[in-house]
Structure formats: structure tokens, C-alpha cells
């Protein structure tokens, strides 16, 4: 079960959707002065290097943030790549909402690589660290079971120090998390994002997603998960939504399909191959999204989908509930 490390797929377009929905949704949530609880059931180790082995050998970060930074740098002539239509008419607020959701994301990795060479890629316990507020005493609770993954996470965790800002726990996050709900400021962000190289994570979401609504019902849940030919994975959104709903809870379903490349994609009936090699698309399930996510994410999957789009079945949906 640990044959999976995100380290192969640091960068790569479904981080991309899934952390500019996560820097989004932190937007949001910090401008209220109340301290906010932060979750990452599924952590990783937390910071990857770009030119690593790991990261070189599947190189996924070449189709996901290198691809958007470079379409993101001005030509001679002042314009990007991917810039709106000048001509096309849209709102002051619009071009606003446009410019940040994309620019945070961006503005935040190039934070962590100050000297302009993309070498660092932040893990989601390093996004929502850099979006924490000491003043508002945020907390931040990492779990992560994987032997390698959880002593890596711990030192990198380590030279922050942050002291009990930050707690990293080696345990099952599905079963971590329930210790935290309903957290004491009343306030949680909570994201969820195993690694699906098992089938049982699919109704393993859903169920921990079923009983942190029972605990906390007015939590931000972020589920991220791939869209791959199993049932199973279009199976997930239909259950979180049918939990939302039941919930009478607001909810924001996002996706992003890059298309297909040139080379054949690998069976998907081995373990954590989905994920490691091939993957085209992959989707985020929020629920008790911010209002303003829906319109943050319209434009934002706008310009994803330019940036990094390849080839047939590239695509976005966006859609929103209760």
C-alpha cells in the first residue's frame, strides 16, 4: 500500500487545480480575524524538489506548473500567452477575480524559488502554512502513514519552526481527523487527498467525508481525486454530492482534463498506476465552498486549460449545489 510517493508528481496539472483551489478557499477564509484549523489528511512530505530523481523520472511537472509559468511570461511585445481576449467584454471585478486566483497560485510558488529557477514545488502543508496567521493563532494538523513519507515530512516540518502551530502525527488521516472535529475556534479547512492506489480509498473518502459532516457541519471539505476509467472515481463526486445535499450543504465540483498525448497510456488496473503515469484529469469536490470560489475558478480553469491542454477529450466543468 505505500507504493505511491507524490514526489513523481509534484507540479504536475492536478496539482495545479488542486492548490489553486486550496489557495483560493484560504483567501477566503482568512479574512475573517477568527483563528481557522487547517487539515491535511493525506500530506505527503510536505516539499519536493523539481530536479530530484524522483521528480525527474516521471517529469509530470513539465505539463503542469513549468507549462503555466511559462505561458504566464510576457513576450517582447508586454502580452502572455495565455492572456484574455482584449476585445472580449467582461467586468472589472472579472479581470480582478481572473488575475488573482491564477497570480496567488503563481506568486506563491515562485516564493519558495526566489532566484526565478523553478526548483522547489510546496506540498499542500507548505501552501497552507505560507496562508496561516500567527496574530489568529491558526493551527495546522498534518498526517501522513507512509514510513519514508511521514520522517521527511517531520524534518521538513522541523526547520519551520513553527513549534505547536504545527503537528505532525504518522497515522491514518481517515482516522486522525476525527480527533479535530469539531475543532475548538469552531472554524476548519479540512483537505482530503489519499492516494487512490487502493480502490477502498474511493469509499473511504466518502465515508470520512460522511462522519466529518456528522461532526462538523459547517467545515470547508476539499476532496481531490483523479478521473480515471474506474467506477469507483466517477462514482466518488456523485456520493459527495448525494452527502452534501443529505447535509443541506453548499457544494463547488471542479475538474480539469489535459487530453491525451502522444504515447499510449499504461494499464490502469495496477496499483497506484493511475496516478504515477497518464494521468489526463482529475477533479476537486468542495463542500461549504466561499461564495466567491465558483467565480474565481471559471476564469482560472479558463487559462489552465490553454496553458496546459495537449490534446482530444482536454476539457473543464464547473458546477455548483446547494
Known amino acids: 500500500m505505500f507504493s505511491y510517493r507524490h514526489a513523481f508528481h509534484a507540479g504536475n496539472h492536478a496539482d495545479v487545480l488542486k492548490h489553486t483551489t486550496l489557495i483560493a478557499t484560504l483567501r477566503y477564509l482568512t479574512q475573517k480575524e477568527a483563528g481557522l484549523t487547517l487539515i491535511d489528511t493525506h500530506a505527503g512530505a510536505g516539499l519536493y524538489r523539481l530536479d530530484s530523481d524522483f521528480s525527474e523520472t516521471g517529469g509530470e511537472a513539465r505539463d503542469g506548473i513549468v507549462k503555466l509559468m511559462a505561458a504566464q511570461r510576457p513576450h517582447a511585445d508586454g502580452s502572455k500567452a495565455n492572456a484574455p481576449d482584449p476585445g472580449a467584454k467582461r467586468s472589472k471585478d472579472a479581470t480582478i477575480i481572473e488575475a488573482s486566483a491564477i497570480q496567488d497560485y503563481l506568486d506563491l510558488i515562485a516564493g519558495f524559488n526566489p532566484d526565478g529557477r523553478l526548483r522547489i514545488y510546496p506540498g499542500s502543508p507548505f501552501v497552507m502554512h505560507r ?189 455548483s449545489g446547494g
Open 131 to 319: 496562508l496561516m496567521r500567527a496574530e489568529a493563532r491558526d493551527k495546522l494538523k498534518l498526517f501522513e502513514l507512509h514510513p519514508t513519507d511521514s520522517k521527511v515530512l517531520a524534518a521538513n516540518i522541523a526547520q519551520l519552526e513553527a513549534g505547536r502551530q504545527i503537528a505532525v502525527a504518522r497515522q491514518d488521516g481517515f482516522e486522525g481527523i476525527k480527533a479535530f472535529l469539531p475543532p475548538p475556534n469552531r472554524r476548519a479547512l479540512v483537505l482530503m487527498d489519499p492516494s487512490y492506489e487502493l480502490k477502498s480509498d474511493y469509499a473511504q473518502v466518502s465515508a470520512s467525508i460522511q462522519d466529518c459532516l456528522k461532526r462538523f457541519a459547517t467545515g470547508t471539505y476539499i476532496v481531490w481525486y483523479p478521473v480515471i476509467p474506474r467506477p469507483e472515481a466517477h462514482e466518488l463526486p456523485r456520493r459527495l454530492k448525494t452527502l452534501a445535499n443529505q447535509a443541506k450543504r453548499s457544494w463547488l465540483h471542479a475538474t480539469l482534463a489535459i487530453g491525451a498525448d502522444e504515447a499510449p497510456p499504461p494499464a490502469l488496473d495496477v496499483p497506484g498506476e493511475p496516478r504515477r503515469h497518464g494521468l489526463r484529469a482529475s477533479g476537486v469536490f468542495v463542500i461549504n465552498p466561499p461564495h466567491t470560489l465558483k467565480a474565481s475558478l471559471q476564469p482560472a480553469l479558463a487559462v489552465m486549460l490553454q496553458a496546459l491542454g495537449r490534446g482530444p477529450g482536454k476539457g473543464t466543468t464547473l458546477e
